[in-house]
């Protein structure tokens, strides 16, 4: 395929310095979609340079975490790799991370690593031809942006019909709204956790897909693991589990201080210390482990790279703030929140909570999932909260009819103010404090306290 | 309805039309009976299952994926028609939302198929050509002689179209309604309640929530005001999601 030109390169770079430069934002996709103006096919035509081609990941949950975690055992494997780490995931962001490793327009590096939107998956798959496709979970999440679940995966059935047969297609075993996906190629590589001494007693009230997708029948559960992921079949035999030939045999969490885990895998098990906390970024971990195994890495470079796995933007990163250390959080759908409050209401110390309910288009419009979300588990644990964000009354009366005492709520609609008085409050009362912000909120807050140095910068890696 | 009355609600098909997290107004009746002390009795009836008319006071059914609508559809035809149209005939309240309000009408025409409804509405309801309707909405609809406000959200791809006769729930004032066309939203025919506004839609109108327990309670009892501070701010947020100016928020104070 031939190259882009160097002008077109050239131009479409100079506008991300200025984008950059204004700190006005927008420098993680900006540069690229104006790219992609000037030359509609740049992403095939630049991904097509890196001589190891690419691996695209996609999923509801995890997306970032699980790239960032795969770039880590990448680094160990010294594989240069070309990744929109920013979390700018639809077309713009690919194509800017694509235009950011040109030099004299020639794409350096020799590995694409894309997490991509789940509703541009299928066209970035069709532009970048990976030679890896990690597809690891899907829930309920802005179905007023994503439509419904069955639809997307339908989608994502067809996308894999049309891989060529060498394109190694990586697949949840435990989420059975995908493990189906795989069922005609034989070179589908399962990854999933065998280990059932963390699941729950009974699935959470957001858990979806628990219907089997050939026959309608409830799916009968051994094990749930979280949402609707974990060990099942289908009753009339349509479907069961396939066995995960990547797997998390032994899980031991230790708090917010991450888990050790012991992953099988075809050439022998691999002992790992996860330094982030959760059941989730343990799927996080042996996602990315299945990535590393269908790119031939070694156990070494696996292990290795996950204990080297710093967090990513926002996911579980602790700020230091005025002396006090505050972890934030990000939620965005009621699965992925679940397993934030999940992890945080295991603390055994009170603490406090600033939650920042938005509404903008990137984080769903639609705030009806707060209600799908277990608040419930906060109950007896939390010291004071306090709401924000531009729905913040509405997050307020979830909270209060999860059994949290009114008096302990705060409602203050401006991200930054409420926050700076959250952390005052929880620096005058000697308690940790959790702040769990929806997309843009969490955007608002991180710039905000950027610029006052409190903070890594969000350009500092670029 | 004299000393210790208890509201009993039958939701229908709780497992698979919950997508929009209908749960959200069962938590919001429970805790509101509960702070009155109310009794507070909540039966799932899943596919297969009888339902008996006199045994409950609300029936419930949210929303779901057109799959789960096809799934329950034709089990809803056989085992619960019957004591659903005789429930709405004797006044019992049903609050149909979003895929359930659908399967109140005559039928929801698919691309490729019909799926047969309750029937127990004059509605039918047609997927056309054209994008989703998806938004904040917001309609108005007058209660004992006053005007009210319902702020939430909708999503759907059918249109429904109410035979003539049939009665609206409400205007709608912001968002799409029914099929972005009639500027009516929902229907409202004796106890009988269907509307588009999806999942949690009783917090963010919880005085709604408080109208259909005294309609299931009998209709002429009282109910004991609660602290409604946080419960007034969340009808307001929503109402401004919607675009709704602070004349509308006036409009909805008690």
């Known amino acids: 395929m031939e190259s882009v030109s160097k002008l077109k390169l050239g131009v479409a770079k100079s506008v991300g310095a200025a984008s950059r430069l204004s700190g006005r934002g927008g420098g993680t996709s900006l540069p690229g979609k104006l790219l992609l103006r000037l030359q509609d096919d740049a992403i095939a035509r630049l991904s097509s340079e890196l001589p190891r081609g690419a691996v695209v990941i996609s999923a509801t949950n995890g997306k970032t975490t699980t790239a960032s975690l795969l770039a880590s055992v990448l680094g160990r494997s010294r594989i240069p790799v070309v990744h929109n780490r920013a979390g700018a995931n639809m077309a713009g962001g690919i194509a800017t991370a694509l235009l950011d490793a040109t030099k004299h327009g020639q794409v350096q590096g020799q590995l694409g690593l894309f997490e991509v939107d789940e509703a541009w998956t299928a066209r970035i798959v069709e532009q970048t031809q990976p030679s890896v496709l990690l597809l690891a979970n899907l829930f309920r999440d802005q179905l007023d942006r994503y439509g419904e679940l069955e639809t997307l995966a339908d989608s994502w059935q067809q996308m894999i019909a049309q891989l060529p047969a060498e394109t190694r297609v990586v697949l949840n075993a435990d989420d059975p709204l995908l493990a189906g996906l795989g069922a005609d190629r034989p070179n589908t590589l399962y990854f999933g956790l065998t280990d059932t001494s963390h699941a729950e007693p009974v699935p959470r009230h957001a858990a979806d897909s628990k219907f089997c997708r050939r026959c309608g029948a409830p799916l009968e559960y051994e094990a749930v693991q979280l949402g609707h992921l974990g060990i099942y079949r289908c009753p009339n035999g349509d479907f069961a589990r396939p066995t995960p030939q990547i797997a998390a045999t032994k899980i031991t969490t230790h708090g917010m201080e991450g888990s050790e885990i012991t992953i099988s895998t075809p050439d022998g098990p691999i002992d790992c210390e996860l330094p982030i906390p959760g059941l989730y970024n343990v799927y996080n971990a042996v996602a990315a482990t299945a990535a590393a195994h269908a790119l031939d890495l070694t156990a070494g470079a696996i292990s290795g790279g996950l204990a080297a796995a710093r967090a990513v933007f926002g996911r579980v990163e602790t700020l230091e703030i005025g002396g006090h250390s505050v972890a934030l959080m990000l939620i965005k759908n009621p699965t992925g929140a679940n397993e934030v409050l999940r992890t945080i209401a295991e603390e055994s110390a009170p603490f406090d909570l600033w939650i920042a309910l938005n509404d903008k288009i990137a984080d769903g419009r639609d705030v009806s999932w707060i209600w799908d979300a277990d608040f419930e588990m906060l109950a007896g644990k939390v010291g004071q909260i306090t709401c924000s964000g531009t729905r913040a009354e509405e997050m307020a009366l979830r909270l209060a009819y999860a059994g949290i005492d009114r008096k302990r709520l705060i409602v203050e609609r401006a991200v930054e103010k409420s926050f700076d008085a959250a952390v005052a409050d929880s620096v005058r009362a000697a308690t940790p404090i959790f702040a769990l912000p929806t997309y843009t909120a969490l955007l608002e807050l991180r710039t905000a306290i950027a610029k006052r140095g409190d903070a890594p910068s969000y350009w500092g890696s670029t | ?254």
């Open chain 2, 1 to 254: 309805m004299n000393d210790s009355p208890t509201l009993r609600i039958c939701a229908l098909y709780p497992s698979r039309m919950n997508i929009y997290a209908d749960r959200g107004n069962m938590l919001l009746l429970q805790h509101r009976c509960e702070a009155r002390g109310i009794g507070f009795e909540l039966t799932a009836s899943e596919a297969g299952e009888h339902v008996d008319p006199d045994a409950h006071d609300l029936f419930y059914i949210g929303g779901g994926q057109d799959s789960d609508q096809i799934q329950i559809a034709g089990d809803m035809l056989e085992t619960k028609q019957a004591a659903l149209a005789e429930a709405a005939e004797g006044g019992k309240v049903i609050l149909a939302v979003c895929g359930g309000y659908q399967l109140l009408g005559e039928y929801y025409e698919l691309a490729d198929q019909k799926v047969e409804g309750l029937g127990i509405v004059d509605l039918r309801t047609v997927r056309e050509p054209g994008e989703r309707l998806i938004g904040n909405v917001m309609i108005e609809f007058e209660v004992d002689g006053s005007p009210r406000v319902l702020a939430g959200f909708e999503n759907h791809g059918g249109r429904t179209y109410l035979e003539s006769g049939c009665p609206p729930l409400g205007r709608v004032l912001k968002g799409h309604g029914n099929n972005g066309k009639d500027g009516f939203e929902g229907v409202h025919v004796n106890n009988v309640f269907g509307t588009y506004l999806h999942g949690p839609l009783l917090p963010k109108n919880a005085w709604f929530a408080d109208h259909l327990t005294r309609l299931a309670l009998g209709g002429d009892i009282e109910l004991e005001p609660l602290d409604d501070d946080l419960e007034d701010l969340a009808h307001e947020s929503a109402i401004r999601a919607a675009g709704g100016g602070s004349g509308l928020m006036r409009l909805t104070q008690r």
